[in-house]
């Protein structure tokens, strides 16, 4: 059974470009939750897809959109990218429904210069 | 004000002793999740709690949910130096029952030998 994986790693850009973050979800799972981890504090939750829908999203800008595919796989893309942009972005993904365990990626370390 | 507090934020164990790590929440716990980070890197599950008084354990971590409270232990017994890293509670507070999560800002465990 393969995990959650994410790519690229790290990524480095400059203010004002955009990005696009990838997540492959666990097999057998339908959801997809992103959150994004700046230094020394918590992940916060920025949006959920179930189904190829949105499902809730955080506080969160609107330059913050997402994507998720038939295959469940989903992508996180950021315009506009501010210096605080700059944070660990994680993927989770479940097996959607009432709670279950919710599994994270590695993570992809975003630098904004 | 944190929706969700762990304390305390640094703890500094002997190996070979025991602690405990707490999560306080100011709104109801529907569902309370315990995750391990190392620096930089992706969440691993440790345990999910949904009912008022549930207890799990793995190993040699335990964790209890205390729904009245509104507050979740996590004891480790016997520490050693592998049980370092950073520790994180995540929780459904709105009951949306889908794993869209609050967490805390983490626990910094460091094992000295």
């Known amino acids: 059974e393969t995990g959650v994986t994410q790519s690229p790693t790290h990524l480095i850009k400059t203010r004002g470009q955009q990005v696009t973050l990838r997540c492959s979800s666990q097999s057998g799972h339908n959801t997809v939750s992103w959150y994004q981890q700046a230094l020394g504090q918590g992940p916060q939750f920025i949006f959920q897809?179930?189904?190829?829908?949105?499902?809730g999203r955080g506080n969160f800008p609107p330059r913050f959109s997402g994507l998720q595919f038939p295959n469940y796989s989903s992508e996180l893309n950021v315009n506009a990218l501010e210096l605080d942009d700059s944070a660990l972005y994680l993927c989770?993904?479940?097996?959607?429904?009432?709670?279950?365990?919710?599994?994270f990626g590695p993570g992809t370390r975003l630098t904004v210069l | 004000s944190q929706e969700l507090e762990q304390s305390p934020q640094s703890l500094i164990v002997q190996e070979g002793k025991n602690l405990t790590i707490n999560c306080t929440s100011s709104k109801t716990l529907y569902g309370l999740y315990w995750y391990k980070q190392k620096y930089g890197e992706g969440l691993i599950f440790l345990m999910m709690?949904?009912?008022?008084?549930e207890e799990k354990s793995h190993e040699k971590i335990t964790a209890k949910l205390d729904e009245k409270k509104q507050q979740s232990s996590l004891h480790i017994t016997a520490s050693q130096p592998s049980h370092a890293g950073i520790y994180l509670c995540?929780?459904?507070?709105?009951?949306?029952?889908?794993?869209?999560?609050?967490f805390g800002t983490g626990t910094r465990l460091t094992i000295i030998p």
């Open positions: 709690l949904q009912k008022g008084g």
């Open positions: 989770a993904s479940s097996p959607g429904g009432q709670l279950h365990e919710q599994f």
């Open positions: 995540g929780a459904d507070l709105a009951n949306f029952g889908n794993e869209k999560l609050t």
């Open positions: 897809y179930y189904r190829e829908e949105e499902n």
